[in-house]
């Protein structure tokens, strides 16, 4: 299998690819990752895990030209045919999750003159929905590509909501594509216990962006509980460009005592770090990292303006959990904070139990044994047919124009959603 990414930087879907590399290599099966940026934007603790597992490459090792232009540009640049062969030779899948990545790997399949199916992940429900058919030309040939071209078993959704929200959008059924749950973590023995004391910890882990506005509202939350009297600590793990925005929030609300940017949580740090929480708070796959600790988790659904959520994760797991919209109530989570400290232990430890319980189909083994019959999906005899000068100089020009026009779609795809009727 060869990934095709940019960098490996912390994030739900770099931790999936480290942790597909181990269980692949566990079962003695290659797997190489081809990263378009320089190794140094990459985390070098995932850079390093990933290098145990996988034959990295860089686009210097089988792309010839100019560095940089082979890093912004690989659809342009001319393959050492030698190179790429000698790196690629074992490979029987080539998995995404970026539209530009999808046709890098169909060109490189067509180098290497071999049928090598050309797979996609859904791993953010917004990805292929954001800006309708008001998108540049470069992303209407991605999503034609994608929707059109490849064979429905080649798109994996991960969960029956996020392929129920694209056949709502993209008129199609996509009866054959794929729901099976992400990989992310091996069942682990843990040791529960019902008892918790002051102050009550409580941790976010995740980037610091748009659409995980739980960020946002929790310090609302930790404030109302601060002034009713409770001893209360919130501690939120991550970086990204929203980071100022939430501490000058902390700051202003007066709370720089309870609530902590604690930057980025180390990959390796993630269990030993988390087991000492009473509760966690969050979406994708840090939650469930979090359940297979035992630690009682409520979902931070994505775009939700006020502090309401569907409950613990371990209520909603077969749900898209992350989504806005969905046909659930939704409640306080200030008072599912409350409640949780007011529980006798018993309940309390069974709420952990339930957490421990729901997380079977979240496997790595499972989800590696699912990812790698894929491998057997014959590509269209048909070749995918474009002009790829015209394709990057639309994804230049779109590049600039998104910078200097703060209502591209891309910088408002998130609105439609907060849109959503929230009560």
């Not at 640049?77 to 080539?94: P, R, S, T």
């Not at 919209?325 to 939704?330: D, T």
């Not at 999906?377 to 998104?402: A, G, T």
Request: hydrophobic content about 40%; proline content about 3%; aromatic content about 12%.
């Amino acid at each position: 299998m060869l990934f095709i990414y940019g960098a490996l930087t912390v994030g739900g879907i770099e931790t999936f690819f480290v942790r597909m590399a181990k269980e692949r290599f566990r079962k003695n099966l290659h797997t190489s990752i081809l990263l378009l940026l320089k190794p140094e934007t990459s985390d070098d603790e995932l850079l390093s895990e990933m290098r145990k597992y996988a034959n990295v490459i860089f686009p210097e090792d089988i792309f010839i030209g100019p560095e940089l232009f082979c890093r912004r540009f690989p659809l342009l640049c001319k393959v050492d045919e030698e190179a790429l062969a000698a790196n690629l030779k074992l490979i029987d899948q080539i998995h995404v999750y970026h539209g530009m990545h999808a046709l890098l790997g169909y060109n490189l399949a067509q180098k290497l003159k071999k049928d090598i199916p050309v797979t996609v992940g859904f791993y953010h429900y917004i990805k292929y929905l954001w800006g309708g058919d008001n998108v540049a030309l470069h992303e209407k040939v991605n999503r034609e590509f994608i929707f059109k071209y490849l064979p429905e078993e080649s798109l994996s959704f991960f969960s029956k909501g996020n392929r129920e929200l694209y056949i709502k959008h993209k008129k199609q059924r996509f009866e054959k594509s794929n729901t099976f749950r992400l990989g992310v973590i091996n069942k682990k023995a843990v040791t529960l216990s019902g008892d918790t004391a002051f102050p009550i910890k409580i941790a976010a882990v995740g980037r610091l962006v748009e659409f995980k506005t739980y960020n946002f509202y929790m310090i609302d939350v930790i404030k109302e509980l601060t002034l009713k009297g409770i001893n209360i600590q919130f501690d939120i793990y991550g970086d990204g460009q929203l980071k100022q925005q939430v501490q000058e929030k902390i700051n202003k609300a007066n709370l720089q005592d309870k609530i902590v940017l604690k930057g980025t949580l180390d990959y390796s740090k993630f269990d030993s770090t988390l087991s000492n929480y009473d509760l966690f708070i969050g979406s994708g796959t840090a939650i469930i990292q979090a359940s297979s600790l035992g630690v009682p988790s409520i979902v931070g659904v994505e775009n939700m303006l006020e502090p309401h959520t569907y409950g613990y994760f371990c209520d909603v797991w077969q749900y898209e959990y992350n989504l806005k919209g969905l046909n659930l109530p939704l409640l306080k989570v200030e008072d599912i904070i409350h409640d949780f400290i007011k529980m006798e232990e018993c309940k309390r430890l069974e709420l952990k139990q339930k957490h421990l319980d729901c997380i079977d189909s979240f496997t790595n083994e499972s989800c590696e044994n699912s990812m790698d019959a894929l491998k057997a999906i014959k590509m269209p005899i048909k070749e995918f047919k474009f002009n790829k000068y015209v394709y990057e100089l639309s994804r230049m020009v779109d590049w600039f124009n998104m910078k200097l026009n703060s209502k591209h779609p891309r910088r408002t795809q998130f609105e439609d959603y907060r849109n959503i009727n929230e009560n």
